[in-house]
Nanobody, 115 residues
Framework: QVQLVESGGGLVQPGGSLKLSCAAS????????MGWYRQGPGKQRELVAIITRGGSTHYTDLVKDRFVISKDNAKNTMYLQMNNLKPEDTAVYYC?????????WGQGTQVTVSS
């Protein structure tokens, strides 16, 4: 059974940092890629970052140089370190996994950036 459980969201001031975690079942963690998506208020869900099974990473330009995606193979956990957060980063952040399509999703964790 594929399971993805996000944690680590919360309220942070602009310029602050948060680290999200995604605890995955082994079946999810061994898929071709895992990633973080987000959906802001009134916006469509968008890709934030991807990490492949081999460890290659890709970021959307909006978060490049501020966010870092990583994973711990021993813990079956993926992370998203978010630095220099901006109000426009406010969104529900979702963990996802795929072999071909992004078929597996977590329930999401809210990140709010506000003073």
């Amino acid at each position: 059974q594929v399971q993805l459980v996000e944690s680590g969201g919360g309220l942070v001031q602009p310029g602050g940092s948060l680290k999200l975690s995604c605890a995955a079942s082994e079946s999810a963690f061994n898929m071709n890629a895992m990633g973080w998506y987000r959906q802001g208020p009134g916006k469509q869900r968008e890709l934030v970052a991807i990490i492949t099974r081999g460890g290659s990473t890709h970021y959307t330009d909006l978060v490049k140089d501020r966010f870092v995606i990583s994973k711990d193979n021993a813990k079956n956990t993926m992370y998203l370190q978010m630095n220099n957060l901006k109000p426009e980063d406010t969104a529900v952040y979702y963990c996802a996994a795929r072999n071909v399509e992004w078929d597996y999703w977590g329930q999401g964790t809210q990140v709010t950036v506000s003073s």
